[in-house]
């Protein structure tokens, strides 16, 4: 447990969902985490575990992303020699590992029908055979999955098996995006910065200014706290002034005036769409007399660029801001920016 991060944030929306995994992680049963990516479902899944009863057992992590169809049987259940061409000897899989303790399975929604059904009985009997055997072995796994997949949409279409999905959803956590979580980027940024002022031998983390902040704060973060990180990361390792607050953020390190045209319009914009990267040059932009005015011309601006790139259709300008379609409506109702047609709505 000593290991495991602490979980940060003040919203209510995280401290909900905190609540939520205290509550369902003593219950010996499946738990399946649904979330954006980078919203920490490893972390959460790490939670669930380290609270239950099974904490002293082993904790073991597949993606089941991370491999073809043909192999992820093998890595799940196990090998038997000879049971394919190069396997010599026998090899445990993940549910054998995991005996006793956790077994999580990031990216559920990317294993076969096959894999799924073999999932299924381990989940529900707790019996397998390793890929070449017969002998059928039992174990004892709480198994806690993730996905950033529509599941109950996948069973309907018959990409992912129904009883499963009835299994797994004995409980299921949703984990709030950054972009819900007001409050908690300040906090989340002043964390990542010190950590970065340690490794980089700096006697203080020195923090952001206000417009700075503000930049943070107004950002619809596609790439959620990992991509917060990252961000934050960058603006202290390229500051040159540890004594002086940072004022430059980058948002999409791939920006540049010699980027070739033909080039996607910005990373960002692939990954859910995002505005590219914005930034505040150190001695070009000062400090606003009026934070909650700078703030909002800022979000004015970001409004007005995204839908001028989505050629004003409002739900893929949405998408590349991060947001909801009808948060979306609502932040450009507040900043008096709704067409015409819409005001009387």
Known sequence: MADLPAPMGESSAFLAHLDHLSRVAPLDRPVLI?????????LSAARVHFLSRRWSGAFIKFNCAALPESLLEAELFGVEPGAF??????????????????????????????VQEKV????????????GGTQTL???????????????????????????????????????????????????ADHFGRDMARELGWKA???????????????????????????????????PDETKSIDRVQFDPFESPFRPQHAPMARANVNAGAIP???????????????????????SDLLTRALTEARHNQRVAARRLGLGYHQFRNTLRK???????DKGE
């Open 277 to 299: 990267a914005v930034s505040s040059p150190r001695g070009v932009q000062p400090l606003p007399d009026d934070f909650k005015s700078a703030v909002a011309a800022f979000e």
């Open 85 to 114: 061409t190069g396997a010599a000897k026998r090899r445990q899989g993940r549910f054998e590992l995991a005996d006793g303790g956790t077994l999580f399975l990031d990216e559920i929604g990317n294993a076969g029908l096959a």
């Open 138 to 188: 039992n174990v004892s796994v709480r198994v806690v999955a993730a996905t950033n997949r529509d599941l109950p949409s996948e069973a309907v279409a018959g990409r992912f098996r129904e009883d499963l999905l009835d299994r797994l959803a004995f409980d299921v956590m949703t984990l709030p995006p950054l972009r819900s979580r007001a409050g908690d980027i300040a906090m989340l």
């Open 205 to 239: 983390f020195p923090g952001f200014t206000i417009a700075a902040q503000g930049m943070l704060d107004a950002y619809g973060w596609p790439g959620n706290v990992r991509e917060l990180k990252n961000v934050v990361e960058r603006a202290v390792a390229h500051w």
């Open 34 to 42: 649904i979330g954006e990516r980078g919203t920490g479902k490893e």
């Open 120 to 131: 299924l009985r381990a989940i529900e009997y707790g019996e397998f055979e390793r890929l």
């Open 335 to 341: 900043h008096n920016l709704l067409p015409a047609r």
